[in-house]
């Protein structure tokens, strides 16, 4: 089982800033991967973001790729999404999930088992 608990979400101005951090509890945090998915009202949950368990393997969408940087502490059992440049089609809630299954950084939203609840991210034009 793993316990997931997203923070650092808000408002910002177009081209702003922000960290997004996930923590986790239960299974020792080192031997899942993690990603960031984020969702708008009346669309389907997309991937964003994905890091393996070393940390060592990152992999980005297309639409945030050198804007957005995933990483992780195993020590701290945290996961980051670093969002720079963000603009205001950025604007979604944020979820962090484990995947249990892979040893690489998968962008398949069905290798995700556990999932946290999730924080908005609101970009003004």
């Known amino acids: 089982q793993v316990q997931l608990v997203e923070s650092g979400g808000g408002l910002v101005q177009a081209g702003g800033s922000l960290r997004l951090s996930c923590l986790a509890s239960g299974r020792t945090f080192s031997t899942y991967g993690m990603g960031w998915f984020r969702q708008v009202p009346g669309k389907e949950r997309e991937f964003v973001a994905a890091i393996s368990r070393s940390g060592i393997t990152t992999y980005y969408a297309d639409s945030v790729k050198g804007r957005f940087t995933i990483s992780r502490d195993n020590a701290k059992n945290t996961a980051y999404l670093q969002m720079n440049t963000l603009r205001p089609e950025d604007t979604a809630v944020y979820y962090c999930?484990?995947?249990?299954?892979?040893?690489?950084?998968?962008?398949?939203?069905?290798?995700?088992?556990?999932w946290g609840q999730g924080t908005q991210v609101t970009v003004s034009s």
């Open positions: 999930a484990a995947d249990l299954l892979s040893t690489f950084a998968s962008w398949s939203i069905n290798r995700y088992e556990y």
